[in-house]
């Protein structure tokens, strides 16, 4: 954590409701600064109304900012991010991303993801849905057998997981077994989980889905 400067802290207050640019080292690409309206400043953040443009372009339209707080976030209640896409690099107006490939990016963990045994259908209604399994790109989630003549389960291992919220998405109950909380900064997946039977091979979840969510 880094150390609160208060001198900054209060010399910043004086311009509270006042049109400011702050410059920032956090961001790939953010060298010029965003301007607004300063609305509030604290050792934690720095908050701004400013009118940057629309929300990066997104496919399939998760990120979202309304309100007096315009930074993005991901609502994964419409979709979900994209194994195969980078369009919000590309065309964020304040280019706060790192400018990566798909490559680069598909291993890049955007979220840290729980699994809520007790809320999921298939431990306790013994349904074996199966939808969280069938997308997850990396096989982080996979189907396993609790033994002969039993309801197959969901398997998680957080590791390979990249928060994409495809689990959360498809997730058939409320509120959803899988549980999203945003990462500040990006980390690094253990990447693609090897299984011996995976129903969409080494590639991942498909970019469209025809039958979820339920």
Do not use: W
């Amino acid at each position: 954590m880094h150390e609160c400067n208060n001198c900054l802290v209060e010399a910043m207050c004086r311009y509270i409701g006042q049109t400011v640019t702050i410059f920032t080292t956090s961001g790939g690409l953010s060298g010029n600064g965003f301007t607004g309206v300063l609305l509030s400043a604290d050792c934690n953040c720095v908050r701004l109304l400013a009118d940057i443009g629309a929300p990066p372009a997104c496919p399939v339209g998760i990120i979202r900012a309304d309100g007096v707080d315009v930074r993005p976030r991901l609502d994964y209640r419409f979709g979900y991010c994209q194994y195969n896409c980078v369009d919000c690099i590309a065309s964020c107006p304040a280019g706060v991303f790192d400018a990566i490939g798909v490559e680069e990016k598909q291993p890049a963990r955007s979220a840290r993801v729980a699994l809520e045994d007790q809320r999921c259908v298939d431990r306790t209604r013994g349904e074996e849905s199966g939808a969280c399994a069938e997308v997850c790109p990396t096989h982080a989630v996979t189907m396993v057998s609790q033994g002969e003549g039993k309801p197959t389960v969901p398997d998680f291992q957080p590791e390979y997981c990249i928060g994409c919220g495809a689990c959360y998405h498809v997730c058939p109950v409320e509120p959803r077994a899988f549980v999203v909380e945003g990462l500040e900064m990006h980390e690094v997946s253990a990447g693609v989980r090897l299984v011996e039977e995976a129903p969409h091979g080494e590639s991942g979840a498909p970019d469209v889905l025809d039958d979820f969510p339920f």
